[in-house]
């Protein structure tokens, strides 16, 4: 078979895939989507049956992060793409200087289950919320970003049965420990960038109205108290999301 017809095969299944597992998350928070009627209650191999199982699975030990990231991340339609595509690059970062360019410490089957489950939890803040109109493209950017960056690892390891044998045994253990283990050591590496960008958002509001009336002189105290504690809180958001999209990223890069 020629290679591209090939990975015009790979595309499908993957594709396929990835609407199931996505639909079948909105569905379980009793949500129906009339354009996905088309899709199957139950897993239409057994590929997608064990992705529901390892997602869910990923999903249930990080917590935190997969209940707090889209809300924290203030998903809209304009922001959407950008917040994914961010998260992805995070996950497949190369851990090693050596590997780069080729992926080979970066790309791993507990990775790619990741992002397919990140991409789940995102569909259901979406239909959860007014924006059920991009769930299409939450597939399909999941679609093209699995064939246009992990394609080649996958061929290189058997593809979707790759997949299932990298989880034929113990499926909720091997995610389970990749997850348990990652919180406490990723908080570390959120904090100082989540105080910046708060730091940032504060100074934006005060260039927008203006230092002396941002601050105004019968208000002062109090507007600085109000910053300070607005600081705090979104500091603390940001480190949240920072450290969930960090966690997972050592995670899976193991």
Known sequence: MARDEMNKMND????????????HRIRKESIE?????????EPYAPVAARM???GEEI???????????????????????????????????DQENGSRGKGVK?????????????SGRLSVHCASNNLEDLVPSIIGWTSRYIGSKLLPWMQDHQNWD??????EENGKVRARETVSSIMSSACRFAVFGAGIAALACL??????????????????????????????????????????IAALGMFLRR
């Open 162 to 167: 790759g997949f299932m044998a990298f989880f």
């Open 203 to 244: 100074l934006r509001r005060i260039q927008k109205d203006g230092f002396m009336d941002f601050f105004d002189r019968n208000q002062a105290a109090e507007r600085a108290q109000e910053s300070l504690t607005k600081f705090v809180r979104s500091a603390c958001g940001y480190a949240v999301v920072g450290a969930g």
């Open 52 to 54: 529901r199982e390892i």
């Open 59 to 93: 999903e249930r030990t990080n917590p935190d992060f997969f209940s707090g990231c889209c809300e924290e991340l203030n998903i809209s339609e304009t922001t959407a793409y950008a917040k994914f595509k961010d998260l992805a690059d995070e996950l497949f970062k």
């Open 12 to 23: 499908s299944e993957t594709t396929k895939l990835i609407e199931d597992y996505c639909i």
């Open 106 to 118: 970066s790309v791993t089957w507990g990775r790619i289950a990741a992002l397919i489950a990140f």
């Open 33 to 41: 989507l009339a354009s996905y009627q088309h899709v199957s209650r």
